[in-house]
C-alpha cells in the first residue's frame, strides 16, 4: 500500500499566515486630527474609547498612543465623576 | 500673584425651584467673584439626566464656571461645595494651555458639532 508522501522538511513552527492586506494598520486618531485636549463634557465622544459595559478599551483596540490614551482615560474618570458617563452599563452601545 | 486657570463644574439637586436653583448659583459664583477670581466664562447646562443615580436623584442642575484665580481659591471652593447640600457633585480641574485654547474655541462656538464630528466620523469609517 502506497504511503502518503511526507514532506522533507516538517516543522513545527506553524507558519506565519499573511493577512497584511486585511489588517488596516493602527493609528493614532488624536495625533491624526490634531486634536491637543481630550474634553472630559463631551460623553458621546468618549464613547468611542469604551465598550458596550462602560469599562475603558485598551490601546491594542483603540490604537491611541500612549500620550493621548492616558489623556482619554483620564477624561473618561472625570466625566464618570460627573455623572455624564456611566461607572457600569449593560448595553452602551 | 500667580494665577492659574481653572474650571469647575458642578451638580444641583433637582428638588429645587428654578429661584432657589439661581440662588444657589448665584451664592457659589460669589465665593469665586469675593475671593478675587476673575470669571471667564459660565455655562448653565439646565437639568440633565444623571448617567446614574446619585443620593437618589436621577436628574441635576448643571453649572461650569471658568475662572483664573490664585492656587489657595480652589480649597476654599471645595469647602463651599461640601458645606453646600445642595450640591450633589463637583469637579475642579486645571487648565493646562491646551485646555485655555480648547475653552477659547468651544466658548466662541468653533467647537460646534459640525466641525467636530466631520473629520472623526471619516476617521471611524476608515478604522
Redesign the interface.
Known sequence: MPQPKKPKHMSLVNERVERKDQV?KKYC?FK??GI??V???D?N?LL?FVNEQGKILPRRLT?NSLKFQRKVSVAIK?S??????????DGLK | MFQNQYET?F?LTPVLSEIQMTDAVDSLKKVLTDNGAELVNEEHWGLRK???P?QHKST?Y?Q?FEFKAATDLVATLEIAYKRDERVL?F?T?KL?K??I??ADR?KNGKIGKKN?EA??DA??Q??
Open positions: 488596516a486618531r491624526k486630527a491637543k485636549y474634553d472630559y463634557k460623553p465622544f468611542k490604537g472625570r464618570r465623576h460627573l455623572a455624564l458617563m456611566p461607572y457600569v452599563a | 463644574v451638580i444623571l448617567a446614574y446619585i441635576g448643571y461650569l457633585r469637579l480641574t493646562d491646551h485646555a485654547d480648547y468651544r467636530q473629520p472623526k476617521t471611524t476608515k478604522a
